[in-house]
């Protein structure tokens, strides 16, 4: 895994990405900016869910009508997403809070799923109660932490408190982010 | 001129506190863009409507009135955390021009949203309309700019 990582971050174009002026800001910057419109209109509808807001308009309406944005938001999320990982590959790879952001987002995946195929296929029996369903409600209260914690998770990628390359680090976050340690 | 103000504000209490801790600023910061998470729902879920798209079986009236609240929330929570943020490095950010980017459009945005979109908008007569496409594609561009500039802070170092 470690070395075609490696490889693919001597790529020409990693290279070039990571280096850039420019580019590197405007792909994170828009992968900043689309969280308003991914996890901001995520948490609209979880709100609702939750019988907390907008309890006069039909559940069915957030996820029909608002979830095209929210998935184009998540498309431009990911893009840009994948392109900053492509751009320092080892190093979020061996960053802690990288790992601890995919956990929690395929933790998000799984609720989302379930949702969606298990509480949602049933929203005719409650599209205009005030208070939703518990497993409705539940969902909703997964969704709002989890994508709480896979945003500040995001955010503290950025520092390198724990990259391999500052030793010594604790024994749990050299395992936790795989570092090759040299023994001494 | 306000130079003296900006050190004054550096060597706050507080100020001093969050730059000294290692973790008060990321904590901070990552408070500040579950904030702008918030934000950004709330209003989109307006100006989409004023645009003509998303919740359409809704009336706009209807929207603004239950999303404000969360709006003026999510608002609360950003400038809250922003100020923490600014006391500790108050000086930083006077050299720096997306701050001042920032700071002056923010004044334009708020007083856009709340003297303007939000009161035309609770008229319960408002359709869509070139009227209302203009109030959503202002707020939008204004607060992406806010927002683009507020994380451009941390580029131009």
């Known amino acids: 895994m470690l070395s075609a990582l490696e490889w693919l971050g001597s790529t020409p174009w990693s290279v070039a990405l990571l280096e850039s002026i420019w580019v590197w800001p405007l792909v994170e910057s828009t992968h900043v900016l689309s969280l308003g419109l991914f996890v901001g209109t995520t948490m609209m509808m979880d709100v609702r869910l939750l019988g907390l807001a907008y309890q006069r308009i039909p559940a069915s309406d957030f996820t029909t009508r608002m979830l095209p944005w929210t998935r184009a938001g998540f498309v431009v999320m990911v893009v840009t997403g994948l392109l900053l990982f492509y751009s320092n590959p080892v190093r979020y790879y061996q960053n802690v809070f990288f790992r601890l952001k995919v956990l929690v987002l395929i933790l998000a995946g799984l609720n989302a799923w379930l949702f969606h195929f298990r509480v949602h296929r049933r929203v005719g029996q409650w599209d205009r109660d005030p208070l939703p369903p518990r497993a409705a409600r539940v969902a909703a209260a997964v969704s709002i932490i989890a994508w709480t914690s896979v945003v500040i998770a995001g955010r503290l990628i950025a520092y390198n408190w724990f990259d391999c390359d500052i030793q010594p680090q604790p024994d749990f976050i050299n395992w936790a982010a795989s570092c090759v340690v040299p023994s001494e | ?157």
Not at chain 2, 32 to 44: E, F, I, K, Q, S
């Open chain 2, 1 to 157: 001129m306000l130079l003296p103000f900006f050190e004054w504000c550096e060597a706050t209490v507080l100020g001093t506190a969050i730059r000294d801790s290692i973790w008060a600023f990321p904590i901070i910061e990552s408070i500040h863009l579950v904030g702008l998470c918030l934000l950004g729902g709330a209003l989109l879920i307006v100006d989409l409507r004023l645009l003509g798209v998303g919740l359409r079986s809704q009336s706009i009236s209807e929207l603004v009135e239950q999303a404000r609240p969360w709006m003026v929330a999510a608002i609360a929570v950003l400038v809250s955390t922003g100020l923490l943020l600014f006391l500790s490095e108050a000086v930083k950010c006077y050299y720096n021009t997306s701050f001042w980017v920032k700071m002056s459009t923010l004044p334009v945005a708020l007083l856009f949203t709340f003297a303007l979109r939000n009161r035309m908008a609770a008229e319960p007569s408002l359709e869509t309309s070139a009227r209302s496409r203009l109030l959503g594609a202002g707020s939008i561009l204004l607060w992406l700019t806010v927002a683009a500039a507020g994380r451009w802070i941390g580029f131009s170092a």
